[in-house]
């Protein structure tokens, strides 16, 4: 996917520690494989993560994106 970041964990925490269970940031890639699937490369097992609500939105974006989406609108 990428060779220019390291994926996974970075053991820091920008946003303070969520709760006690929070690993920290991590670097992710997004890509499209050649048979057209989204993939979402965390580099290491994750169980939850959460955004913000404009992180969220441009994780969305980004997905939709590469799903090779133009336009979406929500019904």
């Not at 820091?12 to 997004?30: L, V």
């Not at 097992?45 to 969220?56: G, S």
């Amino acid at each position: 996917m990428t060779d220019d970041l390291k994926l996974g964990a970075t053991g820091e925490f920008p946003q303070g520690k969520m709760n006690p269970t929070d690993e920290g940031a991590c670097n992710i890639a997004i890509a499209r494989d050649p048979q057209g699937r989204v993939v979402v490369n965390f580099g290491k097992p994750v169980v939850w993560f959460a955004l913000y609500r404009t992180d969220a939105i441009q994780f969305a974006k980004l997905i939709l994106q590469k799903a090779n989406v133009k336009r979406f609108t929500f019904p």
